[in-house]
Structures are given as structure tokens and as C-alpha cells.
């Protein structure tokens, strides 16, 4: 180290525990790339259900005049959704002064770095004419809300990309020494991206500084992504969008599929990266409280959306909760919401079950449901226009989605995880820098008096 | 528009479609119908000078691309073809000085679904893909049921517009909302917004992509039809130019159906050629819009459905298969 920066006591013993911790990680063993293999393999297969749908045409989908908006939609807001994590842990979490989060911040960044990249893509799946994709930036009119989209979504991911890649370059120049016997390629990247840093106390003013004016930018950034979203529908007339509560019922929602997915990954990396020591069960404890607030939020938006045109049941918004609440779309709906909200709530609730591996397959459980509750929000409206359907092939009536539909929505999800992968694998999941400056050293349970 | 005498109309329906078409047939020779037929489909544009007419020579009428009524000498007529880029820029503009209307009444129609037919046959459509439609419609169990014809409303105040990203869909002057397949991204965002259901999409290569290989793209007609962009009704724009009605308001056996021009007040009916006061027509009959309550204004007007002469049939069910 430079020695430049006056450091704590037992700071470079510290340094080495935890970076040799950390790095271990950092290579090419058979397991990565065994499932790097598999992840590129599963995605040239749904990939050719991609070149099908461009050659024939949207109509391989089971999209029709009725129901113009389906799977590929619902998996665009779940995408711009669960992205927003980064915002609501480095951001709401960390500038609150909550030091625990200090270890998840960055598994936070590249959940969202990665379901902000592709929710862009996901998007082009459902375009008619993708060829066409420039036009929205020759001709785009300020008046539509597809265009606030399209550069909210751009500027939220390069954002966040910062956010992610800021808090690396000193752990790049740590590691770059410590990578004896890793492919020589991986070593000049490290040298390259930690743009000479040199740990000098001024650098890490400005990186402190930086990061701070980022994490302030990044909370309206945040909030205008998924409120735009959510005006996708909201604007529209249509019975089941047409609602003022739109904004705050889809953030609120981000919140509870954001902070599943981050526990789902502190799970995974603290299995198997070894980690136990750093994401520690009392991390878990804590996201997990998270996790209960947000989703009481988000309940409680819930019996907004749906009490209020319950109780006028004008005539369109009743066909729509009838067939939500007792018909087609019943058992979907009631699963998702006790499946997927009130009964992880009231689980979480007590202690037992906030430790990582319950918590586990709570938070695989409100993944699936958060999904699933975007198809709700997304399909169904459209089944029951104002006026009645008639004199169409029976496929246009309901929506079934496609083999090749599903086959292309796998894609974006291994694109996610691909991303993931290469951010967590190749590059050091947790902050070492930040991490070694703890006083409490490598025993970071208690952590809060920083 | 033309006009012509009111006639009665015979018992038989058979004797009164070659009645029609008789007529439809005289119509066509005189007028400017006539001229416009005659110049040929394309527009003529009013470069041509009386200086070189020919004394000698014949004159015809021809109506000018900005709907003046000019004669030039026959054998100095050509056909002419316009510049691709002046045709769209004239139709994103629209016909000056004018404000279509239609006017549907609903106590006559008796879905003969001619409009649906005349339609999908000048837009290249496949049976079951739509610019109108006829739906059987009923309030509620006590009210009669009837047959309601529902093409775009051609909004004045039109969700499909505000939502569209590229400006492929727009609103004309003379209060035509068209669509631009060659800029249409192909998103949806229109379909979701449009709450009377009138926009189509093609989800596959359409019906007559082979046959309309080729021809050069017509922003007033939607022909040829595009993969992967919209399609909806455009009140026949490319028909208005000629000086004729729509194609359905002219299918139509039953005269459920007006047209015509809100700033001269004035409608004509598309079967009985009749042209008729537009204000005093809407205000005798109790007018409608469609879900007026949702600010759309539509240009569509309906007449409601009553003293009905006939039964309400609920016509054959029809199976309707994809064909690909
Ligand atoms: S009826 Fe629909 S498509 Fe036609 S102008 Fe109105 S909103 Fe647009
Ligand atoms: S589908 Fe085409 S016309 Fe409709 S909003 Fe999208 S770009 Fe505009
Ligand atoms: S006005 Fe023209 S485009 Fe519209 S429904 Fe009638 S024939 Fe079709």
C-alpha cells in the first residue's frame, strides 16, 4: 500500500484476510466455466426463437389485435422494476447511515446494472419492427411516454453502472497484485480499469464525493423510471390502468421484487463464494425486515388499487375485478397475492424465519409472484375492451402465450444472469477497500459502530 | 359530392342493387367523379398551362392537387406520377379548407357487412382483419338489440396521437388521423391507448404482400400493407382526393351512412346519393358520439337506433380461421 493514507490499527493484516477471502473467488475454475457454457448455450437456443419471430413476424407470438401487449411487456416492467434495488439499498439505505449495508451495496448495483441493461433489449423484442429502432431517436416526440422510457431507462443504467464500477477501482488496484495464477488477459483488464489508482487520500475524497452526488442523483433517476413506466398504462384509458395511483403502486412493488432478488444473490454468493463470514446472518436479519416494510407498502397499495373500484364496480371495472377476483384469472391472482405477499409478510414476521436458507425460498417464492403480478397488471385489462370483440378467430379472443414467446423472455432472464455472473465472478463481489477499513476487522457482525 | 334525386325504393332488393348500379354508373361519367377517373389515379398536378392548350383540341376537366376545378386540353393531358415525397407530405397535410364527418345511422343498418367487404378489398385485408366492423350491440335486456358499423372515430382529441413515439400516426388538418407504415416502430402503445378497438396490427407478412410488391407506398390508402406496423380506417382518404365518397359509405345497400363536410354543413348519403343539412340532420335524430365522456371527441356521429322497420337478425355466425 502507499502508507500515504493514515489507516487504523491492524489495517494491513485486515487487508490481507479479507482480500484473500474476496479474490479467491476471482478465476476461471471448472464451475464458472461449466455454467458460462450452459448460460451461452441456453441462450442460442432461445435466441433462434428470437431470428424465427423476425423473420415471420410478431404473429408466432400469441399477441393478437385483442391483447396487443403480453408476456413481453409484464417482463419489461418485472425488468425495470427489480433494477431498482440498486437505487433503494446504496441509495435510501446507505446514505441513511445504515452501515450494514456496506457488503450488499454492490451485489445491489449489479442486480441492477444487469435488469436495467436488459429490460433495453426486452423492449426491442416486442417492436414490430426493431429495424426500425433509430427512428425513435430521429423522429421521437417528447409527447409519449415510450420516449421519457427510453431515456430514463439509458440514463438509469449508465448510472448505475458508475455506481457499480466507482467502488471497484480501488479493489482493482489492490487486486491487481494479488492474481498470481490468473489468466494474463484478466490481469491486464484489472491493470486498465484501476486507472492508476494509487490509493492516495485525495482519490478517495473525490471517489467519496462522487459517489455521494451519484447516490442523490440517482434516487429522483430511480423514481422517474418506474413512474414512467407505470404511465405506460396509466395514460391509456383503458379499465385496470386507468388509475392515479399507478406511480407509487408500481415503486412500492420495485422495492419488494428488488430486495427478493438481492437476497436470492447474497444467498447464492455467500454459499458459493464462501463468504459466511461477510454476509452474515444478521445481514440477513436486516434485509429481511427490509423486505417486510416493503412489501406492507406495497400491500397497502394493493388495497388501494383494487378496494376503491371494488366498491363503485362501474360496469367495466367490474367485469375486470370479477374476472381478477373470481373468474379466469382467479387462481393466479389469489396465488400471487398470498403466495407472493401477505404470507411472506406475516413469515417474516418472526425471527426464525429471517435467517438465510427460509428466507431463501421466501424471496424465490416473491420473485416468481412479482413476475407473474406484472402479467396481472399487464394482460388481463386487455381482454375486456369498451367495446365487444366479435367476428375474430377464436385465438384472438384469449391470449396464450407462445412457445417461442416464453423461449424468447427465457432469454432476457439468462442474459441477466450471464451479467451477474461475469460482475461477480471476474470482479471482487464485495468492497475490500471498505470492507478492511472496518474497524471491527474481518468480524464484521457488528459492524454498526463504524 | 355528387347529387341526385331522391328515388323510392323498390320491394325487392334485387331490382334496387342494379338500380344502384346503374346509377353508380351515370354517376361516374358526369362530375367531377368523371374527370378524376378519367386523369387517372394519380393526382394531377395544375403545372399544365392554357397557353399551350390547342384551340381546336377538346378540354376536360381535372381537379387540381389543391381541389380546384381546372379544364386542360385532352391531348395535352399525361399521367402523371408524383414525387413518393411530395405524396406524403401531401398526405400528412390533408385536404385543405375541409373537416370530414360521418354520419352512421343505426336505425338502418341491417349488417349486410358490404362496408366490411368494400373495405378489406380496396385495403388488401384478410376477412377477419378490420378498418370497420360491425358489432351487435345491446345496453341492456330491456333495450333492443342492434347492428352498430364502427370504423376509426377519427378523434379530434385523439389518445392514439399523444401516445405515439415516432409521430407515426398523426392528425391531418381536414381531421383524418392516418398512419405512416413506412415510420410506424411498431410498438402498440396506439392500440392501447385507442378505446373504440379501431386499429389493427400485422402480425404477419399481410394478405397481398406478393401481388402489392413493388408499388410504391400510398400513405392515403395504407397500400401495400407493411409486416410489423398498424393499420386502421382513414376514411378513405385517398378516395376524398378523387371528389368520391368512402368505399364503405358507397358499399352500403341500406343508406346507413353519411359523409361529408362539417365546415360546408353538409352530408351526403352514401346510398341514396342525397345530400342532406348536417346540423339539422344530427340535431332532428339526437345524435351521439361514442364514450363521449372520455374527451376523445370523435368525427364519427351516430343516430340512434330507433323506428326500426325491420327485426333485429342476429346474422349467420361465421367461423373465422387464421389463414397465414
Ligand atoms: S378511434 Fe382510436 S384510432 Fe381512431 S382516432 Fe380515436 S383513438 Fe385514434
Ligand atoms: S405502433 Fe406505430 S403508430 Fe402505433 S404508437 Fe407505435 S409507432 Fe406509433
Ligand atoms: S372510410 Fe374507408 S378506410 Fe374507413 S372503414 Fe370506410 S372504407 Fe375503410
Known amino acids: 500500500m502507499s502508507g500515504s493514507q493514515i489507516k487504523s490499527e491492524g489495517y494491513s493484516e485486515r487487508l490481507e484476510t479479507v482480500s484473500s477471502d474476496i479474490l479467491r473467488n476471482v478465476r476461471f475454475n471448472k464451475g464458472f466455466i461449466l455454467w458460462m457454457g450452459f448460460l451461452i448455450l441456453a441462450l442460442a437456443a432461445c435466441l433462434f426463437a428470437y431470428y424465427i419471430q ?353 423461449a424468447v423472455t427465457f432469454a432476457s432472464i439468462i442474459l441477466v444472469l450471464i451479467i451477474v455472473t461475469v460482475l461477480s465472478k471476474l470482479f471482487p463481489i464485495l468492497p475490500i477497500w471498505e470492507l478492511a477499513e472496518d474497524e471491527s476487522g474481518s468480524d464484521i457482525d457488528k459492524t454498526d459502530n463504524n | 359530392m355528387s347529387k341526385k334525386d331522391k328515388e323510392k325504393s323498390s320491394e325487392d332488393p334485387k331490382i334496387d342493387e342494379i338500380l344502384e348500379s346503374s346509377r353508380r354508373d351515370f354517376l361516374k361519367k358526369v362530375g367531377i367523379v368523371g374527370a378524376a377517373s378519367v386523369a387517372g389515379a394519380a393526382a394531377i398536378y395544375s403545372g399544365y398551362r392554357y397557353e399551350h392548350a390547342k384551340s381546336d383540341g377538346e378540354s376536360v376537366k381535372v381537379l387540381t392537387e389543391d381541389n380546384r376545378l381546372v379544364l386542360i386540353p385532352k391531348d395535352q393531358m399525361k399521367d402523371y406520377k408524383p414525387d413518393p415525397k411530395r405524396l406524403l407530405l401531401r398526405g400528412r397535410d390533408g385536404i385543405k379548407g375541409k373537416k370530414w364527418v360521418m354520419i352512421i345511422d343505426l336505425s338502418k343498418c341491417r349488417n349486410a357487412r358490404k362496408c366490411v367487404n368494400a373495405c378489406q378489398g380496396a385495403h388488401h385485408l384478410r376477412p377477419y382483419e378490420y378498418h370497420i366492423n360491425t358489432l351487435q350491440m345491446q345496453e341492456s335486456v330491456n333495450t333492443p338489440a342492434y347492428h352498430m358499423p364502427k370504423p376509426c372515430q377519427h378523434c379530434d382529441n385523439p389518445p392514439c396521437v399523444s401516445v405515439c413515439p415516432v409521430d407515426a400516426t398523426f392528425k391531418r388538418q381536414d381531421g383524418i388521423v392516418l398512419i405512416d407504415n413506412e415510420r410506424c416502430i411498431g410498438c402498440r402503445f396506439c392500440m392501447a391507448a385507442c378505446p373504440y378497438s379501431a386499429r389493427m396490427f400485422h402480425w404477419q407478412e399481410p394478405l397481398a404482400a406478393e401481388a402489392d410488391k413493388g408499388k410504391e407506398y400510398d400513405i392515403e390508402l395504407n397500400v401495400p400493407q407493411k409486416k410489423g406496423t398498424i393499420s386502421k380506417c382513414l376514411f378513405s382518404a385517398d378516395r376524398l382526393r378523387e371528389g368520391a365518397l368512402p368505399y364503405c359509405v358507397s358499399a352500403c345497400p341500406n343508406g346507413v351512412f353519411y359523409f361529408g363536410d362539417e365546415n360546408e354543413n353538409a352530408v351526403t348519403n352514401g346510398t341514396t346519393k342525397e345530400t342532406v343539412n348536417l346540423k339539422e340532420l344530427l340535431e332532428k335524430n339526437g345524435a351521439y358520439r361514442l364514450m363521449a365522456e372520455l374527451g376523445t371527441k370523435p368525427r364519427v356521429y351516430y343516430l340512434p337506433p330507433k323506428n326500426r322497420i325491420f327485426d333485429f337478425e342476429k346474422g349467420e355466425e361465421q367461423e373465422y380461421k387464421e389463414l397465414t
Do not use: C
Not at chain 1, 97 to 126: C, T, Y
Not at chain 1, 388 to 394: A, G, K, R, S, T
Open chain 1, 54 to 406: 423476425l423473420r415471420k413476424g410478431l404473429g408466432v407470438t400469441g399477441l393478437r389485435d385483442v391483447t396487443s401487449w403480453g408476456m413481453y411487456i409484464a417482463n419489461f416492467v418485472f425488468f425495470v422494476a427489480t433494477s431498482l434495488v440498486g437505487m433503494l439499498i446504496s441509495s435510501v439505505l446507505g446514505l441513511s447511515g445504515a452501515q450494514w449495508v456496506k457488503p450488499i451495496a454492490r451485489i445491489a448495483e449489479i442486480i441492477a446494472v444487469a435488469f436495467a441493461a436488459v429490460a433495453g433489449l426486452v423492449i426491442i423484442s416486442d417492436m414490430g419492427r426493431p429495424d426500425r429502432l433509430p427512428y425513435v431517436f430521429l423522429f421521437g416526440r417528447v409527447q409519449s411516454p415510450i420516449l421519457w422510457d427510453v431515456t430514463v431507462v439509458t440514463t438509469y443504467f449508465f448510472v448505475s453502472l458508475l455506481l457499480w464500477f466507482l467502488p471497484v477501482i480501488p479493489d482493482l488496484a489492490i487486486a491487481k497484485t494479488r492474481l498470481n495464477g490468473r489468466p494474463g488477459i484478466l490481469i491486464k483488464v484489472y491493470e486498465l480499469l484501476s486507472l492508476k489508482w494509487i490509493h492516495h487520500p485525495k482519490q478517495y475524497e473525490i471517489l467519496r464525493q462522487a459517489m455521494r452526488v451519484l447516490l442523490i442523483l440517482i434516487v429522483p433517476l430511480a423514481f422517474a423510471i418506474h413512474t414512467v413506466t407505470s404511465w405506460l398504462f396509466a395514460v391509456t384509458p383503458r379499465p385496470g390502468w386507468d388509475s392515479s395511483i399507478f406511480g407509487p403502486y408500481f415503486i412500492s412493488g420495485a422495492f419488494v421484487s428488488g430486495t427478493a432478488a438481492v437476497i436470492i444473490a447474497m444467498y447464492f454468493f455467500r454459499v458459493s463464494y464462501k463468504l459466511q463470514k461477510y454476509l452474515t446472518e444478521d445481514h440477513f436479519e436486516k434485509i429481511g425486515r427490509v423486505l417486510v416494510l416493503v412489501s406492507i407498502v406495497y400491500l397497502y397499495f394493493n388495497l388501494n388499487e383494487f378496494m376503491v373500484p371494488g366498491y363503485k364496480l362501474k360496469s367495466l371495472d367490474a367485469i375486470h375485478l370479477k374476472e381478477l377476483f373470481a373468474g379466469e384469472y382467479a387462481p393466479l391472482f389469489w396465488g400471487v397475492q398470498l403466495l407472493g405477499l401477505v404470507i411472506p409478510v406475516i413469515l417474516l414476521l418472526f425471527r426464525r424465519f429471517r435467517k438465510p436458507f427460509p428466507m431463501l425460498i421466501i424471496s424465490i417464492a416473491v420473485l416468481a409472484a412479482a413476475w407473474l403480478k406484472r402479467y396481472i397488471i399487464v394482460v388481463p385489462p386487455q381482454g375486456h375492451p369498451f367495446l365487444p370483440v366479435q367476428h375474430v378467430p377464436v385465438e384472438w379472443v384469449i391470449y396464450k402465450p407462445t412457445l417461442i414467446e416464453t
